[in-house]
């Protein structure tokens, strides 16, 4: 990976260094040795001004020029030097500066012992004599002195800093010098240092930027590689950095985006589920409706022949002379319309209950009560059936409830329990406490097992497990939804479940109520 970090910052690094030496180098080629010079300059400027102090004090005090050169002895015969030989011994001894005086009688006097060089070099400044082929590169010129650098070429001669003109009182003439060495040979062997040292240090730290890098990029290519997979909505993975560094910020915040995007998607993956089911509900539906037009077509149809047909029967004279017929063609006209009345009574009801418009009227009701009134009214169909009907109701039970829809939930069980029973004719109701608040109502039938899955469709809407058997009774597939309707409205639950009995296998509804 050419274009990686840890490329870019090695190469970076690298020309940052080779900038930087090369300024260095270039720095050192051009102006050390002017910095060189001028500094020996500023230092020859000072010895200047000192020494034209110094010897103006000495003057002042009475003391001639040979008195302040001469060495005198102290107490115990060791030699003392004068103020002025001291300053000009410390000038010589740590900055190099030599010193020539000379006076208006053109003697001269140096602390230096070899000086008669020196002596006729002042002599040539101050008289301006070419003698011995001065060249001087004159660097300053004022009224009292001229400083510059002397090229003498002569073997045995090397190049000085000299500042020479006449002090302050007119009469002393001076010359103050310093050797400069040539510091090219010191530049070029310092740059040469230099280079090695920068190659060594470039290396060095290429590798260890390398290595520093190569940490910062592997936490950075994690992220990146958890991004990808984010990207083919991969959630699992995490980013396991302990560091608080930008680096450690930026893991956290994308485990973060990482934990509420996987909620997102899982809960748009729920409702796009929901939706899904509620579409393949709704298509159910529909067959279920268009099922259930089909069947009270057919109700309706055959109850509105019948009475059409016997309606036209009673105009016939046959008919309207025998009291008997007519009687029966009555009859039947009135059950007919029963029935239609009955199926527009449940679809109402149940239309009202999934609404929320049927209001309930609750209060206690005494369970056993409501119940034995409800198999009263059956006696007359149980018989002509001859259904053995058991009943096991708690008598000190009372429940919270509807009192006229709670009878509709029995009524619609036990219709139901004697249009399935099977040839041994057994149903049975009773009742349970489930827990301090629940009792449960039950009806059994003894007859064919339903699946699972017809378990679950008898409460829907227009569902009809055996459609032939339904229509022989009359039933509509609007039973059990009522009850089911009225088990929501109550706050309960009710279901069915297949069970034996005493070797009698069969299917059990059952109601849960609230205790009062």
């Not at 060249?135 to 002397?150: A, D, F, P, W």
Request: with cysteine; hydrophobic share 40%; net charge negative.
């Amino acid at each position: 990976m050419k274009k990686s970090i840890r490329w870019k910052m090695t190469i970076t690094f690298v020309i940052v260094m080779v900038c930087l030496i090369g300024s260095i180098l270039l720095f050192n080629t051009l102006f050390l040795e002017r910095i060189y010079i001028n500094n020996k300059r500023d230092v020859i400027k000072q010895s200047y001004y000192a020494l034209d102090k110094g010897l103006a004090e000495a003057y002042n005090k009475g003391y001639t020029l040979p008195e302040l050169f001469t060495r005198k002895r102290g107490p115990n015969g060791e030699f003392v030097d004068s103020n002025l030989s001291s300053f000009l011994r410390e000038l010589q001894e740590i900055y190099g500066v030599t010193t020539v005086l000379m006076d208006s009688e053109n003697k001269t006097y140096s602390l230096f012992q070899n000086s008669s060089r020196l002596d006729r070099r002042m002599m040539d400044y101050i008289f301006n004599n070419d003698i011995n082929n001065i060249r001087l590169n004159v660097l300053e010129k004022t009224k009292n002195y001229t400083i510059g650098i002397s090229d003498i070429r002569q073997p045995g001669f090397s190049s000085n800093l000299e500042c020479f003109g006449f002090l302050s009182d007119n009469e002393t003439a001076f010359l103050l010098n310093i050797p400069i060495e040539s510091i090219e040979e010191p530049i070029t062997l310092f740059n040469k240092a230099l280079i090695i040292v920068s190659i060594i240090t470039l290396i060095i730290g290429s590798i260890l930027i390398f290595v520093l890098s190569n940490r910062l990029s592997k936490p950075l290519l994690e992220l990146s590689k958890i991004s990808k997979k984010m990207s083919r909505l991969e959630f699992e993975n995490r980013y396991e950095g302990s560091a608080i560094d930008e680096i450690g910020i930026l893991g956290n915040s994308m485990n973060e985006m990482s934990e509420k995007l996987e909620k997102s998607i899982k809960e748009l993956k729920n409702a796009n589920y929901m939706l899904k089911k509620d579409l393949e509900k709704k298509e159910q539906l529909d067959i279920m409706r268009q099922e259930f037009v089909a069947n009270v077509s057919h109700e309706l149809k055959t109850p509105i022949s019948l009475i059409k047909g016997y309606a036209e029967g009673l105009e016939t004279e046959s008919v309207i002379n025998d009291k008997e017929n007519r009687d029966y063609y009555v009859k039947v006209i009135r059950d007919e319309a029963d029935k239609m009345g009955d199926m527009v009574r449940e679809l109402l009801d149940l239309s009202a209950l999934e609404r929320g418009m049927d209001n309930l009227d609750f209060s206690r009701i005494s369970l056993s009560e409501i119940v034995e009134g409800v198999v009263k009214s059956f006696e007359i169909k149980l018989q002509e059936k001859s259904i053995k009907l058991e009943t096991s109701i708690d008598e000190n039970v009372y429940v919270w409830a509807d009192g006229y829809k709670l009878e509709e939930v029995i009524r619609n069980y036990l219709s139901n329990a004697i249009n399935h029973v099977n040839d041994k004719k057994i149903i049975k109701m009773s009742s349970e406490k489930i827990n301090d608040s629940i009792v449960r109502l039950s009806v059994f039938n003894s007859g064919v097992i339903l699946s699972d899955d017809d378990m679950l469709k008898v409460w829907e809407k227009f569902y009809k497990v055996d459609k032939a058997h339904t229509r022989e009774y009359g039933g509509t597939g609007l039973g059990l939804s009522i009850v089911k309707a009225i088990a929501d409205g109550h706050g309960t639950t009710c279901g069915c479940i297949g069970k034996e009995i005493n070797g009698t296998q069969g299917m059990e509804f059952y109601f849960d109520l609230y205790l009062k």
